[in-house]
């Protein structure tokens, strides 16, 4: 059992959950837990640890547009009701900034649910 694994503090969950939000190995923070973009690597490169068996299936999407939507709804509440931007304006910028933030934080999610599943020491 890993060093980590075997403390159930608060802290080292936090850890865990944290690393693989980082895209790191929630067991011992040195491997990457994706590769290529989304892919799960079948075991950690640097303690060996399997994580190719944990199914994240349909959480880091709902997830991530669960975060992102709570990002974006009160900006455009916001800017509809103290400024006035042209309609085309911001036809451009609310969708750019949705596809950005939601590339940017979908691995994120992936390594966060994946860290969450090897935690509770899920089967695949």
């Not at 085309?88 to 992936?110: A, D």
């Amino acid at each position: 059992m890993s060093p980590v694994a075997a403390t159930d503090s608060f802290g080292a969950k936090a850890l865990m959950l944290w690393r693989g939000a980082m895209g790191r190995c929630p067991n011992c923070g040195e491997g990457q837990v994706l590769h290529r973009y989304l892919k799960i690597v079948p075991n950690c490169s640097a303690c060996g640890e399997p994580l190719g068996h944990l199914p994240a299936d349909d959480m880091p999407p709902w997830l991530t547009i669960l975060i992102v939507g709570h990002i974006l709804f009160p900006n455009v509440w916001y800017f509809e009701r103290a400024y006035n931007v042209p309609v085309w304006m911001e036809m451009v910028l609310w969708p750019t900034l949705g596809l950005v933030l939601t590339l940017l934080l979908l691995p994120r999610c992936k390594g966060f649910v994946v860290a969450l599943l090897w935690m509770l020491r899920q089967k695949g």
